[in-house]
């Protein structure tokens, strides 16, 4: 997948730049970060860390402490997976493992061909379904690893 460097936007460089002196600031820049690309861009880990003036391995450690921030762009289809209580109850974490296992990528990664990407993410709110996984808004309630297989297909062949 060839890829494009991002450039910093100058909304992202000014909200930086307000934040630079304030305590805790590197989450809350790295949450802009994510919001103004959809993942944390390598090119721009690297200007923030100049901007902040701290060391690009810190923001690195704290992209990988925290599993909401993701390294890649999301897949066309990108696959939530809940893990709440109910759905962590019921199994929702052997449906991640189904996903990753089937698509060979790990959590907050994306396919080698750029259609699918799989996320963890808490309560979606339809809990009497559990355990849910929710693809690009559509709902996929009651599931079992042997789902896994045939929801795939089915964005597949949407292409
Ligand atoms: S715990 Fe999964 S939808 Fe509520």
């Not at 790990?106 to 929710?134: H, I, K, Q, W, Y």
């Amino acid at each position: 997948m060839s890829k494009q460097l991002e450039t910093m936007t100058p909304e992202l460089r000014a909200f930086i730049e307000e934040w630079k002196a304030k305590p805790g600031n590197l989450i809350m820049v790295l949450h802009r970060v994510q919001q103004t690309y959809g993942y944390i861009p390598r090119e721009i880990a690297i200007e923030t860390s100049q901007i902040l003036d701290v060391p690009l391995a810190k923001i690195y450690g704290v992209i990988t402490f925290y599993n909401f921030f993701r390294l890649q762009k999301a897949g066309k289809y990108n696959i939530q997976v809940c893990l709440g209580t109910a759905c962590y109850l019921r199994g929702g974490d052997d449906i991640i493992k189904e996903f990753e296992r089937q698509l060979g990528v790990g959590l907050n990664a994306t396919s080698a061909d750029g259609m699918f990407s799989v996320e963890a993410v808490r309560c979606l709110g339809c809990c009497g379904l559990a355990p849910v996984a929710v693809v690009n808004g559509e709902v996929h309630g009651k599931l079992s690893s042997k789902d896994v297989d045939s929801i795939i297909k089915q964005y597949r062949e949407r292409g």
